[in-house]
Antibody
Framework: EVQLVQSGAEVKKPGESLKISCKGS????????IGWVRQMPGKGLEWMGI????????RYNPSFQGQVTISADKSITTAYLHWSGLKASDTAIYYC?????????????WGRGTLVTVSS | EIVLTQSPATLSVSPGERATLSCRAS??????LAWYQRKPGQAPTLLIY???TRATGIPARFSGSGSGTEFTLTISSLQSEDFAVYFC?????????FGQGTKVEIK
């Protein structure tokens, strides 16, 4: 089955670090761009950036560059989203989603989302 | 950066009626626009890509139209399972962008 399985919900304190994951299966993980999408409480979707696991080419939304780090390990078909110092405003659901073979493509497969709660 | 504006924010429709959702782009995205459905607790689902092409397995009651800056998603006869939030997404330019969503609720 073609799917993206995301890591479970997290509760963290401001300033802590966090890495959430997204494991792809059922397809050639290295050959499809993977994106991260944020949904803050009561808000719409925000495109954070995408990575091509085959060579780790990354395209960030300037609004998120420097705030998060996107990475991938094609050997274990997993993409990551990392924060070095969380803020309360990072509280959101984070989705990973598969794009196509180029960075100008739609998302045809989504994970179920990871809820990140940052609170003191 | 391209901004997508969806309208209305909420659409109240009776089962069996037609629903028309709008997505407007701040500059042309050609036909590089997709629509997604999101239900609570579930992963979003791709409905339409290329402005008008239905994704695999999507019922024919879902249709998309438009190009450039004006796009429409039409659900011809709403079924109970269609009550959800719908997002448009432009992938013509980086950074890509989503609309804020339209919630389709039961009237």
């Amino acid at each position: 089955e073609v799917q993206l399985v995301q890591s479970g919900a997290e509760v963290k304190k401001p300033g802590e670090s966090l890495k959430i994951s997204c494991k792809g299966s059922g397809y050639n993980f290295a050959n499809f761009w993977i994106g991260w999408v944020r949904q803050m409480p009561g808000k719409g979707l925000e495109w954070m950036g995408i990575i091509y696991p085959g060579d780790s080419d990354i395209r960030y939304n300037p609004s998120f560059q420097g705030q998060v780090t996107i990475s991938a390990d094609k050997s274990i078909t997993t993409a990551y989203l990392h924060w070095s110092g969380l803020k309360a405003s990072d509280t959101a659901i984070y989705y990973c989603a598969r794009q196509g073979i180029n960075p100008y493509w739609y998302f045809d497969l989504w994970g179920r989302g990871t809820l990140v709660t940052v609170s003191s | 950066e391209i901004v997508l504006t969806q309208s209305p924010a909420t659409l109240s429709v009776s089962p069996g009626e037609r629903a028309t959702l709008s997505c407007r782009a701040s500059q042309s995205v050609s036909r590089n626009l997709a629509w997604y459905q999101r239900k609570p607790g579930q992963a979003p689902t791709l409905l339409i890509y290329g402005a008008s092409t239905r994704a695999t397995g999507i019922p024919a009651r879902f249709s998309g139209s438009g190009s450039g800056t004006e796009f429409t998603l039409t659900i011809s006869s709403l079924q109970s399972e269609d009550f959800a939030v719908y997002f448009c997404h432009q992938y013509n330019n980086l950074p890509q962008a989503f609309g804020q969503g339209t919630k389709v609720e039961i009237k």
